[in-house]
């Protein structure tokens, strides 16, 4: 499937983008769900090699390890995207865990999506421009699709998806296993 990126708001490349709804993990019956795995994050820097180490573990589990690095990549940026804009290191209404990654394998696609307490959508950069945003276009680059979605009664979810290649004639795609996210050791 090609890339379809997000629609930018007020018709410029850069700034915010509106949500679109062709897949999102959580609202659309579409494929079946075959797996799904979730994990907890406080919301600190360490959060994002935290995240790449969650889906390379659970990939592994699923027998899923050509997807790995593209998986890491897209988890490692999103969730570093919501701590560094959307966490509040002060504010007590973020919880105890204000950032969520999920991991949803559907039959035709694996969805990776985190959820913060900002409502604010996220901001590509510009084409060819380093530095703020530029990894989401880094993550439009090397998945099939993603996009945003409001997240009530606050919040957003960010996701991207990564084609599953058709299992080869005669032979059966790997069962999955809902994974136990690791304990989060206490601050």
Same mark, same amino acid.
């Given at each position: 499937m /090609?890339?379809?990126p997000p629609v930018p708001v007020g018709g410029g490349e850069a700034g915010p983008v509106r949500p679109r709804r062709p897949r999102h993990p959580t609202g659309d019956?579409? $494929?079946?769900?075959?797996?799904?795995?979730a994990c907890g994050l406080d919301?600190?820097?360490?959060n994002a090699a935290q995240a790449r180490r969650f889906v390379a573990a659970t990939l592994g589990d699923w027998s899923l390890d050509a997807l790995i690095p593209e998986a890491q990549l897209i988890v490692g940026e999103l969730v570093g995207n919501a701590v560094r804009h959307a966490v509040d290191p002060g504010s007590p209404a973020d919880g105890e865990y204000p950032v969520w990654l999920?991991?949803?394998?559907?039959?035709?696609e694996l969805v990776?999506?985190?959820a913060d307490p900002s409502s604010r959508p $996220?901001? /590509?950069?510009s084409a060819g421009r380093p530095g703020p945003g530029s990894g989401l276009a880094l993550i439009a680059e090397v998945s099939a699709d993603w996009s945003w979605e409001p997240t009530p009664p606050r919040g957003k979810t960010v996701w991207a998806s990564l084609a599953l290649a058709p299992a080869a004639p005669g032979r059966v795609r790997p069962a999955t296993a809902v994974r136990? /996210? /690791?304990?989060?050791?206490p601050r």
């Open positions: /090609p890339n379809q019956p579409g $494929p079946r769900l075959a797996g799904f795995a919301g600190k820097p360490p999920g991991v949803f394998l559907r039959s035709t990776c999506a985190v $996220p901001r /590509p950069a136990t /996210p /690791p304990a989060v050791p």
